[in-house]
Each structure stands twice: as structure tokens, then as C-alpha cells.
């Protein structure tokens, strides 16, 4: 919470670079990267129980839902929430916070393929031939398919819930605006 309070009173803090906001169709645009970038970023959480720590967090082979898509769909997400983001914002505050949480998620693809490879050996390497870093590739290269019935995959409680979180955060953007601007961070 204070990293995103920090983020919020900071944005607009760098020297300006661009300023697109009134381009028309990009608030638009901005809207729904950043709201679809929410179903790539959250799927990590949906092993709840190993997010609050009470079950010890593991390794899984995967390759269903968001992971026939990509991979790393954290890393695809934060991309997305970036560009959304550093297009808006337009500032050199914006731009580097996005080059560091870029760096982060790509090392952490690398480091997870690693751990993930140091685990399971052939297993995953089986999996990465069937999944893809970058979305869609696999399945464009046909080395990953979609079934007929995909969208049971994604017709799940937490893909609820995400969307539930993801319009609550923009319909609360203001709030969240006004409560980090009264901590003078």
C-alpha cells in the first residue's frame, strides 16, 4: 500500500517527456490495456493459499488458462500496465519506475524458467516447447492449442474477482488519489 500511495503522489513528479492526454481515443486505449493487463498480472494469485503463506509456495507445470497464452503472463501484465501507464503519464518519473518494473518481471521470467527447469528437468522443458514467453506465440506457432471450450478455463471465481478489483480500482482512482495526497509523502 505505501508503494502505491508513493507511486500516486509521485507520478506526475518527473521532468515532462510527452503529453498525449488529449489525443483522442487514448484515454480509451489507456482503459483497456490497463484493465486487461489485471487478468495477465493476477493469475499468480490464484493459489491464495501460498500467497498468504499458509500453504509453502511451489513450483507448478502448467499450461492451461492464461499459461496457453503465456508463460509469464505477470511479466506480459506489468508490460502492459506500463505502456498503459508511461503513454498516459508521460514523464521521466513515469518512464523509469516502468523501465524498473519491466527489468523485475523480465529477470524474474529468466529466473523462473531457471528454477523451474533446475526442478523439473525435461518436464518443463516439454512445457516451454508447448508455451511461450510472449502471448499468443505458441499458440500462433501451433505448438500450443486452444480447445474448443477455452473459456471454461478462464470462467473461474478468481477471473471474478479480478474484474471486480480491476473496476473497483478505477471507480476508486479518485479516492485512492485524495487519501495518498492527505499523507504528504
Known amino acids: ?64 488458462g492464461i499459461i496457453r497464452i503465456t508463460r509469464h503472463p505477470q511479466m506480459v501484465g506489468q508490460l502492459m500496465w506500463c505502456l ?9 518519473f513515469m518512464l523509469v ?17 531457471k528454477r523451474l527447469r533446475d526442478k523439473y528437468g525435461e518436464a518443463f522443458d516439454k512445457v516451454a516447447a508447448r508455451t511461450s514467453t510472449w502471448p499468443f506465440v505458441a499458440i500462433l506457432e501451433g505448438r500450443q492449442q486452444l480447445p474448443k471450450d477455452y473459456w471454461r478455463e478462464f ?17 476508486f482512482h479518485p479516492i485512492m488519489q485524495s487519501a495518498a495526497f492527505r499523507l504528504n509523502w
Open 155 to 171: 470462467a473461474r471465481a478468481p477471473y471474478l474477482a479480478v474484474t471486480c478489483f480491476t473496476l473497483g480500482a478505477y471507480i
Open 1 to 64: 500500500v505505501s508503494t502505491v500511495m508513493y507511486f500516486i503522489n509521485h507520478r506526475y513528479s518527473g521532468v515532462p517527456l510527452w503529453q498525449l492526454q488529449g489525443l483522442p481515443g487514448l484515454h480509451t486505449f489507456v482503459w483497456i490495456v490497463s484493465f486487461a493487463s489485471f487478468f495477465f498480472l493476477y493469475p499468480s494469485t490464484f493459489n491464495l493459499l501460498e500467497v498468504a503463506a499458509v500453504d509453502s509456495p511451489e513450483l507448478h507445470l502448467w499450461e492451461t
Open 84 to 92: 498503459a501507464h508511461t503513454l498516459w503519464i508521460g514523464n521521466s
Open 97 to 113: 519506475t516502468s523501465l524498473g518494473l519491466c527489468s523485475y518481471h523480465l529477470f524474474g521470467c529468466w529466473h523462473g524458467d
